[in-house]
Each structure stands twice: as C-alpha cells, then as structure tokens.
Nanobody
Framework: QVQLVESGGGLVQAGGSLRLSCTASGRTFSTMGWFRQAPGKEREFVAAIRWSSGRTYYADSKKGRFIISRDNVKNTVYLQMNSLKPEDTAVYYC?????????????????WGQGTQVTVSS
C-alpha cells in the first residue's frame, strides 16, 4: 500500500504560480505522476518522474510552464506551475506506479491522492 497526501492547491490569478506537493508513504514505487481533471473532461496526464533515475516526462502542452521535481529524502514530489491560465483550472491528482508502466496512462498507476483543486481566475 502507498498513502499519498497532496497539498498546495488554491486560487490564483492568470499568470501566477502555484506549487503542488505530494508525499508518499508505504511501499516502494517506480514513478510518481501528476494528472488533472476538469469538470466534464477526462483525467489527463500532466507530468511524471521516475523515482530512481529522476527522468521527467511532460505533456507537450505543459512543457516550459510546469516543472516536476522530487525530494528523495522526504519522499515528496512537487509540481511547480508557472504562467497559469484559466484553462489550467482542474483538480490535480498525484499518483504512484509500483511497476514501470506507461507514465502517460492513468491506468498504469496503482495509488492516487485525494486531489487538490487549482482554480485560475482570468
């Protein structure tokens, strides 16, 4: 089992920044990822990081604005979100994959956080 605790969501104006955090506890895992889901839309991949190598992956539309990083000691992953746009408004979820599945697919992840709301006002 892996327990995930997220924090850092909130309300921000367009052009602003937020940093999300997600701390994992429990068994070991290979990957931590961030996904988001807006009302009426499917859950979509945002970014992921392979825990051992630190290799990062991003959705094309997030490259340059979002940065994923990790703190191995704290077992925490961060998502720094810059130049936020109203269309970034969504519930953001962190997730853990215990095997080396596809980082882009929600179905590859085994454990999910509770989600944190990010709202970007125009």
């Amino acid at each position: 089992q892996v327990q995930l605790v997220e924090s850092g969501g909130g309300l921000v104006q367009a052009g602003g920044s937020l940093r999300l955090s997600c701390t994992a506890s429990g068994r070991t895992f290979s990957t931590m990822g961030w996904f988001r889901q807006a009302p009426g839309k499917e859950r979509e991949f945002v970014a992921a990081i392979r825990w051992s190598s630190g290799r990062t992956y991003y959705a094309d539309s997030k490259k340059g604005r979002f940065i994923i990083s990790r703190d191995n000691v704290k077992n925490t992953v961060y998502l720094q979100m810059n130049s936020l746009k109203p269309e970034d408004t969504a519930v953001y979820y962190c997730a853990v994959d215990v095997d080396y599945g596809s980082v882009y697919s929600p179905s590859a992840y085994d454990y999910w956080g509770q989600g944190t709301q990010v709202t970007v006002s125009s």
